[in-house]
T-cell receptor
Framework: AQSVTQLGSHVSVSEGALVLLRCNYS??????LFWYVQYPNQGLQLLLK??????LVKGINGFEAEFKKSETSFHLTKPSAHMSDAAEYFC?????????????FGQGTELSVKP | GAGVSQSPSNKVTEKGKDVELRCDPI?????LYWYRQSLGQGLEFLIY????????KSGLPSDRFSAERTGGSVSTLTIQRTQQEDSAVYLC???????????FGDGTRLSIL
């Protein structure tokens, strides 16, 4: 079975500061990992994904994440926060063996950006 | 192009009533997923379709929940005899194939009085 743990339900940063959102996963088989962002009253938008290959993945809006198998982590970073980054972020895992590719989500991290 | 469309966007109903939630996936997407988002439980998988068949219904919380998909396109999630614990946002997603990135609709916010 797979699971995802997101450390910190709320993270607050200043505009221009580094954003770091933590995600650790558990999977007995090679995982596929995703970060989604959700703005108020909207669905989830894919930020980036890792399946195979390069472990540093770049996504939209300047975000990137690094897959570290030894640490079972897939932390999301952005060098400089913008006010428009304020939203809720979800890390998710699936595997090729997961019937249908259903996603297992973490509990989410709400990011606040202070001016 | 058009994204995943869900209707209604909001639904308020009385306990015990039946409700139907609709999802129009992205054209050509063969896989369709339903998730539920609630304060206490986070984001939970409910069911997925590949074409018109539903190989995995493991996430449906009770037999009051059912879903169907016709013509490999539109899907309907039905909740019978609604209970207050059914209050949540129901999200639909579609993908071009299994294990491809899922594209989400804006959800239906269901409130049971």
């Amino acid at each position: 079975a797979q699971s995802v743990t997101q450390l910190g339900s709320h993270v607050s940063v200043s505009e221009g500061a580094l954003v770091l959102l933590r995600c650790n996963y558990s999977s007995s088989v090679p995982p596929y990992l995703f970060w989604y962002v959700q703005y108020p009253n909207q669905g989830l938008q894919l930020l980036l994904k890792y399946t195979t290959g390069a472990t540093l993945v770049k996504g939209i809006n300047g975000f990137e994440a690094e897959f570290k198998k030894s640490e079972t982590s897939f932390h999301l970073t952005k060098p400089s926060a913008h006010m428009s980054d304020a939203a809720e972020y979800f890390c998710a895992v699936t595997t090729i063996y997961n019937q249908g590719g259903k996603l297992i989500f973490g509990q989410g991290t709400e990011l606040s950006v202070k001016p | 192009g058009a994204g995943v469309s869900q209707s209604p966007s909001n639904k308020v109903t009385e306990k015990g009533k039946d409700v139907e939630l609709r999802c129009d996936p992205i054209s050509g997407h063969t896989a369709l997923y339903w998730y539920r988002q609630s304060l206490g439980q986070g984001l939970e998988f409910l069911i997925y379709f590949q074409g018109n068949s539903a190989p995995d219904k493991s996430g449906l919380p009770s037999d009051r929940f059912s879903a169907e998909r016709t013509g490999g396109s539109v899907s309907t999630l039905t909740i019978q005899r609604t209970q207050q614990e059914d209050s949540a946002v129901y999200l639909c997603a579609s993908s071009s194939d299994l294990n491809q990135p899922q594209h989400f609709g804006d959800g239906t916010r269901l409130s049971i009085l």
